[in-house]
C-alpha cells in the first residue's frame, strides 16, 4: 500500500506529540510525516522556560532530536515558514518557494504573544515571554539595565516575573485587571498571591493601563498610565495574553472564528478536506485552551484518527459509517496547579462561584500565607470549583473527586483544613478514586492504567513514567501518581521505596549521606552525578538543608540561592501584609540594658512592632525589605547576630533565672542555656530545634516541651530529648540523668548529627523518634553507646559544621551585590504605599481584613 504523507506545520510541543503519537501506534509505517519549523530548533518544553535563566540550555529543554526524527524516518525543515496552502494540489507553500504535497494537513501553528497596541511597545528593549529566542534577547537586555516590568499578571506573566527576579533585577508587575491571574483565582486568591509575590520583592500593580512608553528620567523608558500615575524602568517583558496563530489558515480560505482561531470539530478537522488542526491554534466550540494538555488530547484524538481510518479503510475526510468507534476530543480540563516565583498555586473548575446558587467554603490563615476556598453545588453534595493558594496539598484530592463527580464527605469543609492528625497521606489520596479516573491529563492516563502498569512489573516512578508517560508532561500529577505506586506495591506485600523525589532514586537519609561522604557542596554537582533532570521543589529545599547542615555555607551564595525558601532568601520572616520581623540572637534570654535600648530605639526610629516572643526574645515586625540592610546595620554594630529565626535550624535555648537569682535553683541555667545556643547557633536541620534550661525541677524553662531539655539536679542535669509544643505537642523523653556539662554536650552533638543524617525532610524531631525503628530504646543505644560504631564520626561531623558558622546578617551587609535584592525600587529608597495600619495599645499593626487569622465560613455567593 503507498504511504500517506502527513505534513505537519509548527513543531511546538503539541505538534511533537501528535508525531509521537503517530510514530508509537503506526507500527507498519504506513506514513510519511514531515515537518515544519519556523524556529532554528525543533520541539522544546516551553512550561519549563524560566529554567532557562537558572542555568539550563536549549539543549536541555529540547523534547524532540534531529537524530532521533531521522532515524524514526521524520523528515524536518527548521527556519522554514508555510506562508501559503493549495488546496487544490494538496501542497503547503514556504516562504523560500519550497512546495511539499500532502495526504493529511496538520496545523500545529500555535499561538503568538499579544502586545497591547501601545505607542512605544517596538522600542529595542521591549521583548516577548515565547521562545528561546526571546529569552536570549530579554537576557541580553537585562545585562544592561537594573529594572524590568512585566506587563501581564496571568501565567506566563508571572513566570517571566521569576525570569526577571532571576537575573537579578528590579521587578515590576503591570496588569490591567484588578488582580494577578483573575481567569485562574478569585478575588481572595489573587490577594494572597499578591501578597507573597510582593514580599518577595516583586512589586505589584493592579488596575493599570499603559497609555504611553516614553523615555524616562532616571531609567530607560517611562510607562504612563491612564490614572496619570507611571514607572520607571529598564526593559519591559510583554505577557499579556496569546493569540492563536491562524493567519496561515485565514489567508488559505480556512474557516476561522470571530475573534481567531482555526475552527474545528470533535475529530479536529477544519472546513477543508484533509486539513486540521490541533493545540492553540485550534478554536472548537468556541473555545481556545491555553494549556499544554488539551492539546495534547487534540494530538491524540487526530493521530487515532489516522490510523483508525486506515485501519478501516476509511476517508477520513468523510464521516465513516463507523465513526463512533473513533475517538472524539471533547474537551478539556482546564485545572492546574503549578509554582509562581516559589508560591504554591492551584485552581480547579467554577473558580468564581458563577454557577448559581453555587456555595463555599473558605479557609485563609494569614500567618501561614495560605488560602483555600471550595466551591460547591447547591445542594453542598458536589464540588465545582476551589482555589488554592500557600498549600496545594489538597489539590489531588479535589481534583479525583471533582473529575469523577464523587460524592463530599459529610463535613466538606475537611478537605481544605489543615491535616492535624497523622494520617495515611497515600491511602488518603487514592481512596475512593475509581480506575476509570484521569489522574494525568497531559497524556489521558487513567489510575486503572497505572495500577495495571505496577501489576506488570513498574516499581518505580521511572518506568510508571516509561510505561505510561503519566507526569512526563506538566508534572502537576506526579505525587498522585507516586501514591498510586505506592498503594498498589502495598497491596501486592511488596516493599514501598521511598525515594525523595523522582528526580533522585535514593531516600533522604541516603542522599544525606553520598552528601556528607562524597563532600558534595552544591545542588548542581549532586544531581548531575546522582540525579536527573533539573530537580524540583521538593529535593531542592531537602538538599539545600542538607548542605546547610554538613557544610554551612553562607545560604545566599549563588550555588545555593535556588535551593532556599521566601524566608532564607530574605533572612527575615515574612508576615501577612508582605513586610518581615527581624529577631536578634538573645542567647539563654539574657540581655543587657544597652542592647536593650538599642532595640528600642531602632523599633521607634523603624516604627516597628515589638513583642517579647515566648522563646525570650524580641520580634520587631512590620519592616519593608528595603529597610532590612539598615536595621541590621544598627543591630550588629551594637553586638548582635542573626536569630536565624527564618530558618530551619537551632532557633532559641530557654531558660530560667536559675541558681543566680532564684531560692530555687541548684545549678546555673542561665549560663548553660547561653553556652548551649552560642554552641549550636546557626546549625541547620531537616526541622526547626528549640532548647530549653530549667535550674530545678519546678521546669520554668519548660524543658520538656522542647527538642533538647535540660533539667538542672543536685548532682547534674537531666537531658530530655524529642519533645514539642505545637499542633501535636509532645512530650519530650528522658534520655539520661545526673549528667555533667561535656557529657550532656558530647550526647546532643550525637542525637542532632544522627538526627540531621537520618530523618526526613520537614521532619520534627518528635515525629523522627515515633517513627524510628527501635524507638528510644535504640537511640539511646546509637548515642549512649555507640551501637553502630559511628559516635566519633558524629562528633566529628558537628564540630566541622560548627566551626563554619558565621552571621549570615553581617556577611550580607559585606556584600554590596547581594544587598541589591533588599530593594523595592531602583535608585530610591521608597516605602511600599501600599501598606495599611491601625494602632492599638500605643503600637501599630495590619489593618485587619475582611478575612480573619483563620475564617471557615459557609457562604451562599450572591
Known sequence: MQKQRIVVVGNGMVGHKFIQDMLQHDKARRFDIVTFSEEPRLAYDRVQLSQFFSGKTAADLALADEQAYQEQGVTFHLNEKVVGIDHAHQQVVTASGLRVCYDKLVLATGSYPFVPPIPGCEQSHCHVYRTIDDLHAIEASGMRSEVGVVVGGGLLGLEAANALTSMGLTTHVVEF?????????????????????????????TDKATTAIESGTHCRYRMVFADGSYLETDMIVFSAGIRPQDSLARDSGIAVGERGGIVIDDYCQTDKPNVYAIGE????????????????????????????????????????QNASERERFA??????????????????????????????????????????????????????????????????????????????PENPAALILPQWADDDSEAAGTQGVPDSAQVCSCYDVTKGAITEAVMAGCCTMADIKSATQASTGCGGCAALTQQILHATLEAQGE?????????????????????????????????????????????????????????????????????????????????????????????????????????????????????????????????????????????????????????????????????????????????????????????????????????CTRECAEAQSKDIGVIATEK???????????????????????????????????????????ADRLQRTSVWLENLDGGLAYLKEVVIEDSLGIAHALEADIARTLDQYQCEWQTTLASPEKLKRFRHFFNSEQANTHLHYVVERGQRHPRPQRINVVDITDEVNR
Open 331 to 408: 474537551g478539556a480540563d482546564m485545572s492546574t496547579k503549578l509554582k509562581l516565583l516559589g508560591v504554591d498555586v492551584a485552581s480547579i473548575g467554577d473558580v468564581h462561584g458563577q454557577t448559581p446558587g453555587a456555595q463555599s467554603y473558605t479557609y485563609s490563615d494569614d500567618i501561614e500565607q495560605i488560602y483555600k476556598r471550595l466551591i460547591v453545588s447547591p445542594e453542598g453534595d458536589k464540588i465545582i470549583g476551589a482555589v488554592l493558594v500557600g498549600d496545594v496539598s489538597p489539590y489531588e484530592q479535589l481534583l479525583q473527586i471533582t473529575r469523577n463527580d464523587l460524592s463530599l
Open 495 to 695: 516493599t514501598v521505596n521511598h525515594n525523595l523525589c523522582e528526580h533522585f532514586a535514593y531516600t533522604r537519609q541516603e542522599l544525606a549521606d553520598i552528601v556528607r561522604v562524597k563532600q558534595i557542596k552544591t545542588f548542581g554537582e549532586l544531581i548531575d552525578g546522582h540525579g536527573t533532570g533539573l530537580g524540583c521543589d521538593i529535593c531542592k529545599p531537602a538538599v539545600g538543608s542538607m548542605l546547610a547542615s554538613f557544610w554551612n555555607d553562607y545560604v545566599l551564595d549563588d550555588a545555593h540561592l535556588e535551593l532556599q525558601d521566601t524566608n532564607d532568601i530574605y533572612l527575615g520572616n515574612m508576615q501577612k501584609d508582605g513586610t518581615y520581623s527581624v529577631v536578634p540572637r538573645v542567647a539563654g534570654g539574657e540581655i543587657t540594658p544597652d542592647k536593650l535600648i538599642v532595640l528600642g530605639e531602632v523599633a521607634k526610629h523603624f516604627n516597628l512592632y515589638t513583642k517579647i516572643t515566648g522563646g525570650q526574645r524580641i520580634d520587631l515586625f512590620g519592616a519593608q525589605l528595603h529597610e532590612l540592610p539598615q536595621i541590621w546595620q544598627r543591630l550588629i554594630d551594637a553586638g548582635f547576630e542573626t536569630g536565624h529565626a527564618y530558618g530551619k535550624a537551632v532557633r532559641t535555648v530557654k531558660s530560667c533565672v536559675g541558681n543566680t537569682w532564684c531560692r530555687y535553683g541548684v545549678q546555673d541555667s542561665v549560663g548553660f542555656a547561653i553556652a548551649l545556643e552560642n554552641r549550636y547557633k546557626g546549625l541547620r536541620a531537616p526541622h526547626k530545634l528549640k532548647f530549653a534550661v530549667s535550674g
Open 177 to 205: 485587571a484588578p488582580r494577578l491571574m483573575a481567569v485562574q483565582l478569585d478575588e481572595g486568591g489573587g490577594q494572597r498571591l499578591a501578597q507573597q509575590i510582593t514580599a518577595l520583592g516583586v512589586q505589584v500593580h
Open 716 to 758: 547534674g542535669w537531666n537531658l530530655y530529648v524529642c519533645g514539642n509544643g505545637g499542633m501535636r505537642p509532645r512530650h519530650g523523653d528522658l534520655f539520661a540523668v545526673d549528667l555533667d556539662d561535656a557529657t550532656l554536650i558530647q550526647y546532643v552533638d550525637r542525637l542532632l548529627m544522627y538526627y540531621i543524617r537520618t
Open 281 to 320: 491554534c485550534a478554536l472548537w466550540q468556541g473555545k481556545i485552551f491555553g494549556l499544554v494538555a488539551p492539546g495534547y488530547q487534540m494530538a491524540k484524538v487526530l493521530a487515532h484518527g489516522f490510523i483508525h481510518a486506515v485501519e478501516h479503510n476509511d476517508n477520513q475526510g468523510e464521516t465513516p
